[in-house]
C-alpha cells in the first residue's frame, strides 16, 4: 500500500491568502465574570461597522456627493440623511462650512468679474480635489482637512 502524498500534512480549510477569521470582541466586566450592561443577551456583541451608511449608497459615493450635489446644500442634506458613518457626516460638515464661507465671498466680490471668475475656479478646484480625495481615501476612512473648516469639522462631529 502506498503513502498519499499529503499523508502527515495538517490540512487547513482556508487558503492562505485570506486572513484569520475575527474573534468575538469582550463586553463588560472581566472574561469570565459573567457581567453584562442591562439590557444585552448572551448573543449579543456590541459591532460597530464604521463602512455602513444610512443610505442605499456605497460610501465612497455619499461622501463625493458631499461636495458635488451643489455645495453647500448637498452637504446639509447629507447631515441631515446620514447618520451612521462619520467620515460621511465629516464631509458633509466640511462642505457645508467651506462653501457657506465660500457663498459670503462670492457675495462680498461680486463687484468685480475677475475676482468673480477667480473665485468660481477656485470653487471648482476644492471641489474636484476634495472630491478626488473622499473618494480615494474611503478605504482607510482618512480625512482630507482643508485649514481651519476641516479642524471646525472635525471638532462639530466629536461634540455630536
Same mark, same amino acid.
Given at each position: 500500500m502506498r503513502?498519499?502524498?499529503t499523508a502527515g500534512r495538517s490540512y487547513s480549510p482556508l487558503p492562505p491568502s485570506l486572513p484569520p477569521p %475575527? *474573534? &468575538?470582541?469582550h463586553?463588560?466586566?472581566?472574561?469570565?465574570?459573567?457581567?453584562?450592561? !442591562?439590557?444585552?443577551?448572551?448573543g449579543d456583541r456590541e459591532t460597530v461597522n464604521q463602512f455602513e451608511t444610512s443610505l442605499p449608497i456605497r460610501l465612497d459615493w455619499e461622501?463625493?456627493?458631499?461636495?458635488? %450635489? *451643489? &455645495?453647500?446644500?448637498g452637504g446639509v442634506l447629507?447631515?441631515?440623511?446620514?447618520?451612521? !458613518?462619520?467620515?460621511?457626516?465629516?464631509?458633509?460638515?466640511q462642505?457645508?462650512?467651506?462653501?457657506a464661507f465660500l457663498v459670503v465671498m462670492h457675495?462680498?466680490?461680486?463687484?468685480s468679474a475677475f475676482l468673480s471668475y477667480t473665485?468660481?475656479?477656485?470653487?471648482?478646484?476644492?471641489?474636484?480635489?476634495?472630491s478626488l480625495h473622499a473618494y480615494q481615501d474611503a478605504d482607510t476612512l482618512d480625512r482630507c482637512e482643508v485649514p481651519f473648516f476641516g479642524p471646525l469639522a472635525s471638532s462639530i462631529l466629536d461634540d455630536e
Open positions: 503513502a498519499s502524498p %475575527l *474573534l &468575538p470582541t463586553v463588560g466586566g472581566p472574561p469570565g465574570s459573567g457581567y453584562r450592561p !442591562s439590557g444585552w443577551g448572551a461622501a463625493v456627493m458631499a461636495y458635488v %450635489l *451643489l &455645495p453647500p446644500a447629507l447631515l441631515i440623511m446620514e447618520h451612521k !458613518s462619520d467620515y460621511v457626516r465629516f464631509h458633509a460638515w462642505s457645508s462650512l467651506l462653501f457675495g462680498v466680490f461680486m463687484f473665485l468660481l475656479l477656485v470653487d471648482l478646484g476644492l471641489i474636484a480635489w476634495l
